[in-house]
Protein backbone atom coordinates (compact mmCIF):
# COMPACT_ATOMS: atom_id res chain seq x y z
CA UNK A 1 0.00 0.00 0.00
CA UNK A 2 0.81 3.46 -0.71
CA UNK A 3 2.84 5.25 2.36
CA UNK A 4 0.20 8.11 2.62
CA UNK A 5 -3.12 6.05 1.93
CA UNK A 6 -1.82 3.79 4.70
CA UNK A 7 -0.95 6.33 7.04
CA UNK A 8 -4.36 7.91 6.24
CA UNK A 9 -6.30 4.34 7.16
CA UNK A 10 -4.12 4.31 10.24
CA UNK A 11 -5.35 7.58 11.52
CA UNK A 12 -9.15 6.76 10.94
CA UNK A 13 -8.97 2.83 11.96
CA UNK A 14 -10.34 3.13 15.74
CA UNK A 15 -8.98 0.07 17.95
CA UNK A 16 -6.05 -1.25 18.68
CA UNK A 17 -3.30 -2.55 15.92
CA UNK A 18 -1.39 -5.09 15.94
CA UNK A 19 2.26 -6.20 14.25
CA UNK A 20 3.49 -8.70 12.67
CA UNK A 21 6.69 -10.42 14.39
CA UNK A 22 8.37 -13.45 12.94
CA UNK A 23 10.84 -16.22 13.14
CA UNK A 24 12.19 -18.91 12.15
CA UNK A 25 8.69 -21.27 13.06
CA UNK A 26 6.27 -18.80 14.67
CA UNK A 27 4.31 -15.46 14.20
CA UNK A 28 3.19 -13.99 16.70
CA UNK A 29 1.01 -10.78 16.51
CA UNK A 30 2.03 -7.73 18.87
CA UNK A 31 0.27 -4.33 19.64
CA UNK A 32 1.79 -1.03 18.85
CA UNK A 33 0.98 2.03 19.22
CA UNK A 34 -0.34 4.37 16.22
CA UNK A 35 1.65 7.21 16.56
CA UNK A 36 4.52 5.46 16.89
CA UNK A 37 4.06 3.50 13.55
CA UNK A 38 2.68 6.45 11.63
CA UNK A 39 6.35 8.06 12.60
CA UNK A 40 8.13 4.84 11.53
CA UNK A 41 6.27 4.87 7.97
CA UNK A 42 6.97 8.88 7.67
CA UNK A 43 11.08 8.09 8.09
CA UNK A 44 11.37 5.04 5.75
CA UNK A 45 9.03 5.88 2.94
CA UNK A 46 8.11 8.75 0.84
CA UNK A 47 4.58 9.93 0.61
CA UNK A 48 4.26 8.02 -2.44
CA UNK A 49 6.49 4.93 -2.10
CA UNK A 50 5.04 1.02 -1.84
CA UNK A 51 5.64 0.14 1.58
CA UNK A 52 5.30 -3.35 1.01
CA UNK A 53 2.61 -3.50 4.30
CA UNK A 54 -1.70 -3.54 5.09
CA UNK A 55 -3.76 -2.87 7.60
CA UNK A 56 -6.57 -5.30 7.73
CA UNK A 57 -10.54 -4.71 8.75
CA UNK A 58 -9.48 -5.71 12.02
CA UNK A 59 -6.63 -4.15 12.79
CA UNK A 60 -3.39 -6.53 11.57
CA UNK A 61 -0.93 -4.66 10.31
CA UNK A 62 1.34 -6.87 7.96
CA UNK A 63 3.32 -7.82 4.77
CA UNK A 64 1.56 -6.95 1.60
CA UNK A 65 1.96 -9.89 -0.57
CA UNK A 66 -0.64 -8.41 -3.10
CA UNK A 67 1.84 -5.85 -3.79
CA UNK A 68 5.06 -8.28 -4.30
Do not use: C, H, P
Not at 24 to 32: E, K, L
Not at 57 to 68: A, H, M, P, T, V
Amino acid sequence: MIQKDLIKQLTAYRGQVFIEVQNFNDTFWMQAVKSDLIVQLKAKFGSNDETGFVLDKNGYFGKDFDSE
